[in-house]
C-alpha cells in the first residue's frame, strides 16, 4: 500500500513557481507563434531568417516542450503523479529545440553568448522539475 504523505510546505512554493515559469514559457510560444508579418518586419534580416525557416519538428518540440511543462508543473501543484511523465516529455522537447537551436541553425551567431545562459537555465529547470516530481513520488508526495 503507497499512501499518500503530507508534502513540506516549500514543495508548494516550488511547484507554484514552476508553473508561473512555465506559464511564460508557453506565453513565449503563443507571441512565436502568433508573430505577424509586420511584427516580423521589426526583427533584424538575421533574426527573421531564423523565423522563416524554422521546421515544424523544432515547433513541435517548442510546442511540447511548453505545454508538457506547463501542465505537468500544474500537476505538480495539485500532487498528481502523471506530472513525471508531463516533465519528462517537456525535457525532451527542450532538447529537441536545443539541437536545432544550436546544431542545425546557428543561433548564437544571431543572438550571441546570452541564448547559450538562457538555453543552460531553461534545461537545467527542466531537468530539476524531473527530478523534483521524482523525489516527490518517491516520498508519496504525489497521487
Known amino acids: 500500500m503507497n499512501d499518500k504523505v503530507e508534502s513540506p510546505k516549500w514543495f508548494l512554493v516550488v511547484t507554484i513557481i514552476a508553473l508561473i515559469w512555465n506559464l511564460l514559457g508557453l506565453m513565449a510560444f503563443i507571441s512565436h507563434m ?75 551567431a544571431v543572438y550571441g553568448a546570452t541564448s547559450v545562459i538562457m538555453t543552460i537555465i531553461v534545461f537545467i529547470i527542466a531537468v530539476a522539475l524531473v527530478l523534483l516530481a521524482n523525489n516527490a513520488e518517491k516520498n508519496t508526495w504525489l497521487a
Not at 505545454?67 to 505537468?72: D, I, L, S, Y
Not at 500544474?74 to 529545440?97: C, D, E, F, R
Request: glycine residues 4%; hydrophobic residues 55%; without cysteine.
Open 34 to 108: 502568433t508573430m505577424t508579418p509586420e511584427m516580423l518586419s521589426e526583427l533584424s534580416s538575421q533574426e527573421q531568417d531564423l523565423y522563416k525557416n524554422i521546421p515544424i519538428w523544432a515547433t513541435v518540440a517548442f510546442a511540447i516542450a511548453v505545454m508538457a511543462g506547463t501542465f505537468g508543473s500544474l500537476l505538480l501543484v495539485l500532487k498528481n503523479k502523471a506530472a513525471k511523465l508531463l516533465l519528462i516529455a517537456s525535457t525532451l522537447g527542450v532538447i529537441v529545440q536545443n539541437f536545432h537551436s544550436f546544431f542545425v541553425i546557428d543561433s548564437m
